[in-house]
């Protein structure tokens, strides 16, 4: 896993209100943004077992809380300012996300499985 991979799943969820600026603050790779992806605003909801505790801010380090995955609910046609309504939704769809990604991951096959196939 890269650096930069390593560094995004160990913060809390990540609320982009706009690629340039994430960009300038090493949160996310601008030309790879604007070459695949095309959103133009992001949410990287870490979906970590055990889930963090609501509201949690800071950054978390704790090497017994897994990453299972990323949720990101994009927008596509400008900037946006994401709510503390929005901040507390997704932090809750977290909390019930989380476990169907676990029991999802850990049923998946392992990745020689998978290269074999």
Request: charged share 20%; with cysteine.
């Amino acid at each position: 896993m890269s650096t930069f991979a390593l560094k995004l799943i160990r913060v809390p969820s990540i609320y982009v209100e706009g690629l340039q600026k994430a960009a300038n603050e090493d949160i996310l790779n601008l030309e790879f943004e604007t070459s695949y992806v095309l959103h133009s605003t992001f949410i990287y909801g870490h979906a970590r077992w055990p889930p963090l505790p609501l509201g949690e801010t800071e950054h978390f380090v704790d090497e017994a809380r897994l990453f299972y995955g990323s949720v990101q609910p994009a927008v596509f046609n400008g900037s946006r300012t994401w709510s503390e309504e929005v901040h507390d939704l997704m932090e809750k769809c977290l909390v019930k996300i989380v476990p169907v990604m676990k029991a999802l991951a850990e049923t998946a096959p392992s990745l020689a499985e998978f290269n074999n196939a």
